[in-house]
């Protein structure tokens, strides 16, 4: 599947950049690009050796056609041959010299030159963990856009520009992950890919044999004994002495005479219920909740509530800046409000930001809720860096702008957060504020919590990659060039502290308290968000804390 290049910037407050040890590939598209440029040179390296080898076959079979033709003369008359002194002089001087240049030639290997570069290169190459990642990150597109496996085998993806299929082995190896994770289910549907590729006639290395082992075990672990059995004799008739075949045979007639004795006794309902037990993970409803808006079926709102959406040209309050030259600003949603804003970012400014954070990415992290801690987690694929506005004056004037737009001081806001997100790149629902199981979730900041989120779009996808609400069931679209601005929690009037100038911001009573647009999630894109489908998604953030 080819991943079209998606970017993204999000400004953050003050916290700290991380290191790792391992490159985590997977997580991020802009440092996977970096792996074609490794593998072009690779190539180039072993189409030199291959002509290497092709210019020393080349002179050995010379030496071979010639020497083909004198001795097919001499031996018919040896003598003769040898009676004219330059031919026995030089019978010497090919058997004590030229035999053994010839020798060496062939005995000499023309690999180094390659070898020693994949030595090299062979630093920079992913690992294990990159490979059982990209996996994974099919299986997650799998799930939350519905594909069904021959979509993906065949590489029939909406919005894909570089067209690509997966061979039997390729589904035969995707099962094979699902199955080291227990993921019954996964294998089931990758492993019968696989056999169905092969029964069309795919010539392969893979082997039915192998295939039915593991298919008809994940059929077994999720309930389904009939059908594993059928699998089994199928697998038998390829192998009749297959040992582990023949044993799980045994069992599984063991076990349905066992079912069949019991379900005599048994009504047709619980006979149904049996039968139908767990084909799918069961996800929690926020699960389900979260897949349904990275597909586009959100909540859709009624008439009246678009009605009062609107898009205006917006200076900032009367900001001295934007005065003259409003910018353009739509409303996304309405309760909470969500606003975009429009040709906020120039594509200069893009590649900027993107050729600064690039050599700083590393993985994303998550707080723990219970240490505090940073730390890496299968929900949120991507790799971040941090620029300071001291760094770049196109950072310092990105940072102005969204002060002058939301009237809140950038003083008291963390760095610029540039995240890029990896194969089925995705950040699983999430709070962007401290709640209050976290007391001292951004203590060593010394700021305050979150109060607002500044979102930039540095790239549009393909597929996928919304940023979704699930609370309130709002999606917002990735679109290049754009931001979209909005309050986690609300600042209350009693509190004594400024309330931000942005009109219909919503005040609540007590002290500084959730307003319902907190709850967010990046989906799997074809590239970013909440899952990025297939494009390489850029994005910049900056998180705006109560004391701004």
């Avoid at 379900?263 to 926020?286: H, I």
């Avoid at 990415?361 to 941090?386: C, D, F």
Wanted: net charge negative; charged share 25%.
């Amino acid at each position: 599947m080819a991943f079209k290049k998606v970017w993204c910037a999000l400004a953050l407050g003050f916290l700290l950049p991380f290191s790792c040890a391992h490159t985590d590939f997977f997580t991020s598209i802009g440092h996977m690009t970096d792996l074609i440029n490794t593998e072009k040179d690779l190539v180039v390296s072993l189409k030199d050796y291959i002509k290497a080898e092709e210019s020393k076959l080349e002179q050995i079979k010379k030496w071979a056609e010639k020497l083909d033709q004198l001795t097919a003369t001499a031996t018919k008359d040896p003598e003769g041959f040898l009676g004219h002194p330059v031919n026995a002089f030089k019978l010497m001087k090919r058997l004590n010299t030229e035999w053994g240049e010839l020798e060496s030639l062939v005995l000499k290997d023309m690999s180094d030159g390659f070898i020693s570069n994949m030595t090299i290169q062979r630093q920079f190459f992913p690992n294990d963990e990159d490979q059982t990642g990209a996996a994974k990150a099919l299986l997650r597109l799998q799930d939350t856009y519905n594909l069904d496996t021959d979509t993906l085998s065949r590489g029939n993806l909406p919005g894909v520009k570089h067209k690509s299929f997966l061979t039997a082995e390729d589904c035969f190896e995707l099962g094979k992950i699902a199955y080291t994770e227990a993921d019954y289910y996964h294998t089931e549907l990758w492993m019968e890919q696989a056999l169905k590729q092969l029964d069309e006639g795919e010539v392969s290395s893979a082997d039915k044999v192998y295939i039915l082992d593991y298919l008809s075990y994940a059929v077994y672990q999720q309930g389904d004994l009939a059908k594993a059995m059928a699998l089994t004799r199928r697998l038998l008739e390829l192998d009749p002495e297959h040992q582990r075949a023949n044993g799980n045979m045994k069992y599984f007639e063991y076990i349905m005479a066992k079912e069949k004795e019991a379900n005599k006794s048994s009504t047709d309902s619980e006979e149904q219920e049996k039968e139908t037990e767990v084909k799918k993970k069961d996800y929690l409803p926020e699960r389900r909740k979260y897949e349904m808006l990275c597909r586009g079926e959100g909540l859709k709102m009624t008439p009246r509530r678009q009605k009062r959406l609107f898009c205006r040209y917006y200076d900032g309050n009367r900001n001295p800046r934007y005065i003259l030259g409003p910018v353009k600003q739509e409303d996304e949603w309405d309760r909470p409000r969500i606003v975009r804003f429009l040709d906020i970012i120039s594509d200069e400014e893009i590649e900027t930001v993107k050729e600064l954070a690039k050599p700083r990415l590393r993985r994303a992290t998550i707080s723990n809720p219970i240490t505090g801690a940073l730390e890496t987690a299968h929900y949120r694929i991507s790799k971040s860096a941090w620029l300071s506005g001291y760094e770049s004056p196109v950072v310092s004037r990105i940072n102005t702008r969204i002060q002058d737009l939301t009237g809140l001081d950038v003083s008291t806001a963390e760095e610029l957060q540039v995240a890029n997100y990896g194969v089925g790149g995705q950040y699983e629902p999430h709070f962007d504020f401290g709640r209050k199981d976290e007391p001292d979730a951004f203590k060593e900041l010394g700021t305050g919590n979150r109060i607002a989120t500044w979102l930039f779009y540095m790239s549009d996808v393909s597929a996928g990659g919304a940023t979704v609400f699930p609370e309130v069931g709002a999606s917002v679209w990735p679109r290049k060039g754009t931001a979209v601005f909005w309050y986690n929690l609300c600042v209350v009037q009693s509190t004594g502290l400024s309330v931000p100038a942005i009109p219909r911001v919503q005040l609540c009573s007590g002290t500084i308290s959730v307003c319902g647009t907190e709850h967010r999630a990046e989906c799997p894109c074809h590239s970013q968000g909440t899952a990025v489908l297939w494009y390489n998604l850029w994005c910049d953030c900056v998180w705006y804390r109560a004391q701004g």
